[in-house]
């Protein structure tokens, strides 16, 4: 067995989701009160750290958070949002109203025997009731306390009605305004009415300031480790989505150009586009010279393209030349299929005219193509989780690959307080009694 292959196994063995339940998890004497109000990106943040092995309790009002009820078309599998049974994964799932007096000193109980809190309610709310960071770290000066929003805990817009929906952050972030398809010169809404900003498929303007504030609290928690201090975290969405903004805020400030909507391709390469065929849709990669030139050859096209006396890339990747190729080089795609073009890169590579150079193609998959895909399979993270409440699922498994204290999904949701008596007994010493009494009062 050679060395990469011995490295390979012992990897796989080590962190093997299949049998990562036997092992450490680095988080595991943390824990949080996840608080996310009509949020997926709190719920986002404390799945992930659950999934390092933190124990969040889950906190909803008596009738549940309504992002329980966001899924497609409506469907629910067992009274749950498909969204919500991925996102409320590993979680002890209680409820509590903080609305209510009484709610909200249960609550300040439960913060002396935390170590982080999320939030997603508007700036103020949390204040206004009495239980603001000032406040709760008085109680636990401990507390790392976390607030995702839709504009901030300051500014001008923090104090906005406008909620936080992954679509605002994404709309608010200048991204969205570069995607979608190309505006032809001239022409206007009535004639190419779908020559919008496309939206991002997941709900990543929820996802990405969630993994920004997990990154935060690691962070935090580490500091603490240093000080003894907690401190207070405060993410904006479309900020951090904003964030992957790259160049366009440099090429705005620097130059005045505001970045244009660009399909498919990207203004700062050529040949990098997505590209339809016969039976879907492949990526093309061509980052240098050589790599477009050999796609050219690939595709006969090496003398009507005139490849040979090409000479400099920068100048296929101006607008202008963009919109000329693009339509030439889709032309040529769409008389194979995905898995025709794969396979003549990889022949390419081996006997073409510019061998080994060749350009980069890869299928854009479908979700069934991607669950179905060896690579991930053998991996592990589609591996079933087999939930008592829910049965067997399929859910995304945790991406990160650690030797020592593997990440894991134990379970993919609990329904609606469903582990009240469990965890008031453990945090709160209550007793059934105590617990009907609460629950009569709406407090629970």
């Known amino acids: 067995m050679d060395k990469e292959q011995a490295w390979s196994d012992w990897i796989k063995e080590r962190d093997d989701p299949r049998i990562a ?23 986002y943040c404390s799945s992930m750290l659950s999934e390092f092995g933190a124990k969040v309790l889950r906190i909803e009002p008596p009738e549940g958070d309504f992002i329980r009820t966001c899924t497609p078309y409506g469907m629910l599998y067992k009274g749950e949002g498909l969204n919500y049974l991925t996102e409320g994964r590993n979680k002890f799932h209680i409820t509590l109203d903080l609305k209510k007096p009484e709610g909200r000193e249960i609550l300040k109980s439960l913060v002396g025997q935390a170590d982080v809190l999320i939030e997603t309610y508007k700036p103020g709310v949390m204040d206004g009731w009495g239980i603001g960071y000032e406040q709760l770290k008085e109680i636990n000066p401990k507390l790392i306390f976390t607030s995702i929003t839709a504009y901030g805990q300051f500014g001008p817009m923090s104090q906005s009605r406008m909620p936080d929906y992954d679509n605002i952050a994404q709309a608010r972030s200048g991204i969205q305004s570069g995607t979608g398809e190309v505006m032809p010169e001239g022409k206007g809404y009535d004639e190419y009415p779908w020559a919008v900003p496309t939206k991002a498929g997941p709900w990543i303007g929820w996802a990405q300031p969630a993994t920004f504030m997990a990154v935060g609290i690691l962070a935090a928690l580490h500091w603490r480790w240093m000080t003894g201090e907690g401190q207070a975290l405060d993410v904006a969405t479309a900020e951090a989505y904003a964030r992957f903004d790259d160049y366009a805020a440099l090429w705005y400030e620097g130059a005045g150009v505001v970045a244009e909507r660009f399909g498919s391709m990207d203004t700062a390469a050529w040949l990098y586009c997505f590209a339809p065929t016969k039976d879907g849709a492949v990526f093309l990669g061509g980052l240098r010279l050589e790599m477009w030139q050999a796609f050219a050859d690939m595709v006969g096209k090496w003398d009507e393209w005139g490849a040979a006396d090409w000479t ?50 890869a299928p854009v998959c479908s979700p069934e193509e991607t669950m179905k895909d060896a690579n991930w399979l053998d991996r592990g993270i589609f591996t079933p989780v087999k939930d008592p409440v829910y049965g067997e699922l399929i859910v995304a498994q945790a991406q990160h690959k650690m030797s020592e204290t593997p990440v894991r999904t134990k379970w993919v949701c609990r329904p609606v307080g469903y582990n009240n008596d469990q965890i008031y007994s453990e945090y709160m010493n209550f007793d059934a009694a105590k617990l009907d009494e609460l629950k009569k009062a709406g407090v629970i």
């Not at 339940?21 to 719920?43: M, N, Q, W, Y």
């Not at 008389?335 to 025709?340: D, G, V, W």
């Open 21 to 43: 339940h036997t092992r450490p998890e680095a988080l595991d004497d943390i824990t949080v009160l996840d608080l996310s109000h009509k949020s997926f990106a709190g719920c």
């Open 312 to 361: 400099n890339l920068t100048v296929f990747t101006e607008k202008e030349q963009q919109l000329k190729w693009a339509p030439l080089v889709f032309a040529e795609t769409r008389k194979y299929t995905n898995e025709e073009l794969v396979n003549m890169s990889i022949e390419y590579a081996q006997k073409g005219r510019l061998a080994p150079i060749t350009p980069v193609v």
